[in-house]
């Protein structure tokens, strides 16, 4: 475990705290005046390996260099600000004063436009920025060139095996109430697919299309169809032979060798990919499958879906039931995807430089209009 100091005076400036894997949604921008809950579970931090925040700077700017930082098509702008920012949940900041003026462009909060808006209280230099306006996870960002890591003795943890994170582990569900700031009554809710699975599922989708080869993909029937299968058939051309893609990972079956592409999930500790006992890597006709990264929690639902009692029960509650009432109604919509963070990832594939899949995501206006994004 780590506590984070002030790189000018040495302050502790945050809890002890165990490092995770970056949420895929960390900077999701999520429907409009809607309050999201905090990003980071409390006793955590992750860190973001690219640059994200002000100064900005577009793509005419940057073009030359774009392969070079790991970019392969166009994009609106590129942040220029130092990698390595640590987001950590509000509560564990220690030691920290907000900065009034660096309030930003925020309605109902902080959006940490202006920069860092909070100080060291004790020397006064800008450390982090607390981020908690309408339509973002509210988070505490620190900025990689005023925060210094220190270890903390005998606080040392070691991530879950994959066979631990299987009776440990937490699924993420797929529908979740969604609640808006601004109303005259109050805060009012509405049933919505979940903006973790919007944003988990958009990274997902890019890695599909990578994989596709520019042919037709089907996935498993059921909830995974339902999220994928209709974008998939959209962005992709009609005609046999199709990629199939499938589930893996631990408690699975091992999928069968003319399987082209597997839907495993990444360690909620370390990020990495799971992988079987054969080599997993980029997709060839006679090669390993293409491994396409979903969030432990999302694919532990996909793969392990939560039953819903169809009806009340009589007697006693079974183990690990609260109520006895009817499942909670499902959205009104189809699924859509987090258009952002479908950008993101894509641009960052280096099959994004094949004409066929840059197309794509330089004419997303007609997916936009079918409700894809």
């Known amino acids: 475990m780590f506590v984070f100091i002030c790189a000018g005076c040495g302050a502790e400036l945050t809890a002890p705290l165990a490092q995770v894997a970056l949420p895929a949604h960390a900077h999701q921008r999520y429907g409009n005046g809607v ?133 440990q582990g937490k699924s993420t569900p797929p529908y979740e109430p969604i609640g808006t700031w601004g109303s005259r009554r109050g805060t009012d809710y509405w049933r919505s697919w979940s903006p973790q699975w919007e944003a988990a599922a958009a990274r ?74 054969s080599p997993v890597g980029p997709a060839t006709p006679a090669g390993p499958a293409y491994p396409v990264p979903l969030p432990y929690g999302v694919w532990r639902w996909l793969a392990f879906p939560e039953p819903h009692l169809p009806f009340p029960t009589a007697g006693n509650m079974p183990d690990g039931v609260l109520r006895d009432d009817p499942p909670a ?12 963070a479908f950008r993101h990832t894509l641009v960052r594939l280096p099959a994004a430089r094949t004409p066929w899949l840059r197309e794509i995501s330089e004419n997303l206006t007609r997916q936009m209009r079918a409700r894809l994004f």
Not at 60 to 86: C, K, N, Q
Not at 329 to 340: E, G, H, M, Q, V
Request: hydrophobic share 40%; proline share 12%.
């Open 329 to 340: 109604p499902r959205p009104s919509y189809l699924f859509r995807f987090d258009l952002r």
């Open 204 to 277: 997902a989708l890019a890695h599909l299309l990578a994989a596709s080869e520019g042919r037709s993909v089907t996935v498993p029937d059921g909830l995974s169809g339902e999220v994928f299968q209709r974008a998939l058939d959209a962005l992709l051309p009609a005609g046999p032979p199709p990629r199939r893609a499938v589930l893996a990972g631990p408690g699975l079956p091992a999928p069968d060798l003319d399987v082209g592409i597997l839907l495993v999930p990444t360690h909620p500790q370390t990020g990495q990919a799971w992988t079987s006992v």
């Open 35 to 167: 309050q999201l809950p905090v990003l980071m579970e409390p006793g955590t931090f992750a860190v973001d390996p690219e640059p994200w925040g002000p100064p900005w700077r577009k793509w005419a700017e940057i073009d030359p260099d774009a392969t070079a930082r790991g970019i392969y098509a166009p994009v609106h702008a590129l942040s220029d600000g130092a990698p390595g920012a640590v987001v950590i949940a509000p509560g564990d900041t220690r030691g920290t004063v907000l900065i009034p003026e660096k309030r930003g462009s925020a309605c109902c909060g902080l959006d940490g436009a202006d920069g860092p808006n909070m100080a060291c209280e004790a020397c006064g230099l800008p450390v982090a920025s607390r981020i908690d306006d309408c339509s973002l996870w509210q988070a505490v960002w620190l900025a990689p060139d005023a925060v210094q890591r220190r270890a903390v003795e005998g606080a040392d943890t070691v991530p879950l095996s994959w066979a631990e994170l299987a009776t």
